[in-house]
Every structure is written in C-alpha cells, then in structure tokens.
C-alpha cells in the first residue's frame, strides 16, 4: 500500500487495472451466457432492467431525442457508466484492498438480480454474472498486486543503486505481460461471444422469414384421429413441446443460404446440393412419429409431427448407390453422426425424408434447422440427424457412428410400446366414471389393439383412434369404472403383425427400453 503521496502513474494504472478486470468480467459472463443460458448476458439484461424501469417521461424524452437510435444511445451509456465504475474500483483496489474487489461483488449481485428477473430466465441465469464476478475480481486481484509490487519498487525520486533498477523493471514488465494477456484475452472472448449470439440471433430472423414452398401432397388427419379427452396427449406434438435430444451444447447455427449437403462414398458420382437444390425436387408433408432410445417405459421421449420434406431415396438416387453398400452415415455440421441400414432410406415402402419443415413451419432451431434428417421406424439417434450437411454411402462393416462405441447398437429399430397418459400416479381421480387413455406406436407397422388391465384383472380392449398411417402413434382410451381406493393400471399394445408387446423389462441402453407400464393410481 502506498505510504505518502501516490503517484499519477499508480492513479493511472490502478484505473485501467481496473478497466481489464471490468473487461474479463463482461467477457466470462458472455462466454458462460453464450454456453449455458442465452439471453443471460449481464450487459441485455442490466440493459432490458433498465428500459423497463426508467420512469415513462425520460422514455419519451429519450425517443424524442435519439429516436431509432435510443437502444444504441443506452448501451453507449451504460458502456460509458460501467467503464468509469471499472475505472474506479481498479483505484478504490489499489488504495484500500479489497474495495475494488467489493465493488466487483456489488456489481456481481446486481447484474445477477437484472438476469434472474428476466422473461425466461432459467435457474442457469445466474451463472453468467457469478462467473463473471469471480473472474474479474481474480484479474483486478492479480493486478493491482503486481501494480502495487512495481510501485513499491519504484519509489518516487531517484533510483540510483542498481539493483532497485532490475527489479523495478522486472514488476513492471510483470505488471504490463499479465495486464495486457488479460486485456487481450477479454476482448478476444468478449467479442466472440458476443458476435457468435448476435449471428445465431440474427439467424432466427432469416429463419422468420425463410418461405418454404406449398408442399405438393399434404397430410390429411382421417376422421376420428383424436379423443378430446383431459390429459391425453395432443396427436400432434406442438414445436414447442417436442422433446429435444442432442449432444449439442450450444446449437449449431446453419444459415440455408450456405448450406450444402454432401453425398459421397460407395456412390458412382458425388452430389453436392444446395438448400435451393432441395427445395426444387419437390417437397411433401409426411406424418412421422419420432421416438428416442432413450425414452423409458412410459416416458416423454416421443413426439409426432407432420413434416415438409423430400425423399431421401431421391437423393440417394442421384449419385447413384453401389452395390456392396449396406448403410448411409449421416453427418451433422457439429460432428455429431448416424447410422441407417441402406435398405430404411432406398426402400420404396419406407418414407425416409431430408425434412425442412414441422408442423407448417421452417425446422424450429433446436430440431436441426435448416434440414434433417427422419426416418420411419428407427430410434433418432441412428436415423434423425440434425442439422446434417453429409450423407456418406458405406458399409456397418467399414464405418461406425457417434452412440456405436458409446454403448449403443449400430442398428435400432423402434421397439413397439405404449403410453399411459392419464390418470397419474400421484394425481388422485374422484370415483365413478374415468377414462383411463395414452397413446401407443408401431412406427412402419401400425397398432391393431391396445389392452388395458387394471389390478392385474384380465386385458380389456380399449377403443383405439383412427391412424393418420402406420408411422404415426394412436391414442387409445377406456372407460373405468373407478372404485374409491388404490389401484394398478398396466397397458400393452399388439401390433399388426399380431406381435404383443412384451412383458420382458429392458434397459435403454444398447437398443431401447421394453416392458409394460403400470401406474399406481388413487380413486377418492
Ligand atoms: N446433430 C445431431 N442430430 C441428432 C442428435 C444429436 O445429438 N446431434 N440426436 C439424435 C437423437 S438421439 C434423437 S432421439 C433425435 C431427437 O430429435 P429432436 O431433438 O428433434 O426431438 O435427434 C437425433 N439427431
Ligand atoms: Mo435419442
């Protein structure tokens, strides 16, 4: 700590000291926003806390004054503000150790009060400011100690004897290595991060107002496709309720405009396609349920949707499939791959698609915008790529894909189940009348019964819906006569191949889960 007078320079360098340690705070909380909770970002969100509490007078005032350029004018400011405050608290460290670092703090705690309190903040929001609060408060630390070690060592007035040179020069150089690695770092990641969001943002925009073509044939739901019954499921999984699977840890932004799909290995002639290349092969709505290997028993891991696309055989078809060939791997722009048996993409029977829309709308981002892949029958991690920019033509001999050493079957068709919806354990139902329902799914071969028993009484048949076609999940629901007391409710489908769904449990791992469900459930 400086004794008598502190120097220009020390007032000088604690402020920027303090500028680098502001700097690694934005930055670590914009790479941490950017990894795990978009829209997190401390500077938005102070940003958006800001907008909505300024009083409504200085609002107009603001508008009238700047007009379109107000949002620009506030971030100016704020920029303005947060960098004076940094400036401050690298000469309140440097003066009174640790008051920088508490002001840091201080900092950390408002910021994380603007980023938990926004519209769709998630448990992960606090993350950004915290991280960012630890790593500046490291920097401003390390920092002004340094700073503090070459001024003690440089003592106002002459230097005269030798050695005092040396070292002075030495926690000098340490100083400006250590401030100017932590400058540049910050603005490296600070401004990737922040480009990185501002381009996957702007992405959503063309995806607004990307036009997808009219489909040529589309999907009609037959009549009596779907029970209007409390807690069943909708038939058609809405976007934003479709469960999401991937090993994406960030998604990958693919603007369609740049986007090739490549297809090559055993074919006579590599392809190379273009969004607008796909789009004018024509395009078709297919109904398809997706289900993951993942999915337990009974659970959520399913999903049914009508889709946009065109056939893969078509476009397997054009670089001409060779002989020897058992197996397409299918690539994602963020390495993530598949492994589909030949014979599910090129047969005739099986409509195996490169999708570009679900349910009337471009792919929704998460769900692998702009193309992917779907296919009828197989679980999604060997089938539904997303995202996908590579269709490699090979044998299961030659290649493997991403699950295949991770403890997962190269091959997994869907093994066929079904769903209890409603009631639910731990949601009791009044006696009387209850309409036990769920859905079931046969993907390629289609459901033919579905058999309810309750108490381990014998399997009664349940009135089964109407299926848009053999790809997509049914609904099923049975009228119970419900008496006060706890009862057990199991269910299994039969398919139309007459194959009744197996009683034998099985773990997810290496080709899906199988058993029968059965739910405990309370009558009042
Ligand atoms: N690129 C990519 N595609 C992927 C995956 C992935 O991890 N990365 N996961 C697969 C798995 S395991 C499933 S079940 C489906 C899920 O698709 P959804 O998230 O649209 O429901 O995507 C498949 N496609
Ligand atoms: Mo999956």
């Known amino acids: 700590m400086p004794s008598t007078r502190m120097p220009v320079r020390a007032w000088l360098w604690s402020a920027v000291s303090g500028l ?30 800001i907008v909505d509490v300024v009083p409504q007078p200085l609002k107009e005032f603001a508008i009238a004054a700047f007009g379109e350029h107000d949002k620009i004018v506030l971030l100016i400011g704020i920029g303005l503000a947060v960098a004076i405050a940094a400036a401050i608290a690298g000469i309140l460290q440097y003066l009174r150790a640790p008051l920088g670092v508490a002001a840091f703090v201080l900092a950390g705690i408002l910021a994380t009060a603007a980023t938990v309190t926004r519209a769709g903040a998630s448990a992960l929001s606090a993350l950004p400011p915290v991280i960012g609060t630890v790593a500046g408060s490291i920097v401003l630390m390390l920092l002004v100690n340094r700073l503090r070690r070459w001024m003690v060592s440089a003592p106002a007035g002459d230097v005269s004897v030798s050695a005092a040179v040396d070292s002075r020069g030495m926690d000098r150089r340490g100083f400006f290595r250590f401030g100017a690695v932590a400058a540049t770092a910050a603005v490296i990641v600070g401004v990737g991060a922040r480009a990185v969001s501002a381009a996957s943002s702007s992405l959503g925009a063309i ?42 840890l960030t998604v990958p932004t693919v603007d369609p405009s740049t986007w090739r799909l490549v297809v090559d290995g055993m074919v006579d002639e590599r392809v190379e396609l273009s969004f607008d290349d796909l789009l004018g092969m024509g395009l078709d709505e297919y109904a398809v349920t997706l289900t993951c290997v993942s999915n337990e028993v009974g659970g959520g891991l399913v999903g049914n949707a009508v889709w946009l696309g065109v056939p893969i055989r078509d476009v397997l078809a054009r670089a001409g499939v060779q002989g020897e060939a058992d197996m397409v791997l299918s690539r994602s722009v963020d390495g993530y791959t598949a492994s589909t048996p030949l014979t599910s993409l090129v047969d005739e029977g099986i409509d195996a698609i490169l999708a570009v829309g679900m349910n009337g709308e471009p792919l929704p981002v998460e769900h692998g915008f702009p193309v992917r892949m779907v296919v009828p029958g197989l679980y999604g991690y060997v089938s539904a790529t997303k995202w996908v920019t590579e269709l490699t033509v090979t044998t299961f001999a030659e290649d493997e894909a991403y699950w295949t050493p991770r403890g997962y079957s190269a091959r997994a068709p869907i093994k066929f189940s079904s769903r209890i919806d409603t009631p639910r354990t731990g949601s009791p139902v009044g006696a009387g009348t209850v309409p036990i329902a769920g859905m079931a799914w046969a993907q390629t071969v289609g459901i033919s019964r579905v058999e309810v028993s309750v108490d381990d009484g014998p399997w009664q048949q349940a009135t089964v819906s109407t299926p848009i076609n053999d790809d997509t999940w049914v609904q099923w629901y049975l009228e119970w006569d419900a008496e006060p007391g706890t009862h057990y409710i199991a269910v299994r489908a039969v398919d139309r191949d007459g194959d ?23 009558v009042e």
């Open 207 to 248: 995806r607004e107002e990307l036009a997808l073509p009219e489909p040529r044939a589309t999907v009609t739901i037959p009549e009596g496709a779907s029970f209007d019954i409390d807690g069943l499921s909708p038939l058609i999984t809405p976007n934003a309720d479709f469960y999401r699977v991937d090993t994406a």
């Open 500 to 522: 009744v769904q197996t009683q034998e449990r099985a773990p997810i791992a290496p080709d899906g889960s199988s058993g029968w469900q059965r739910v405990l459930v309370t």
């Open 20 to 49: 680098v340690g502001g700097a690694s705070f934005l930055a670590a909380a914009e790479l941490v926003a950017l990894l795990v909770a978009r829209g997190a970002s401390p500077v938005l969100a102070v940003g958006s806390f």
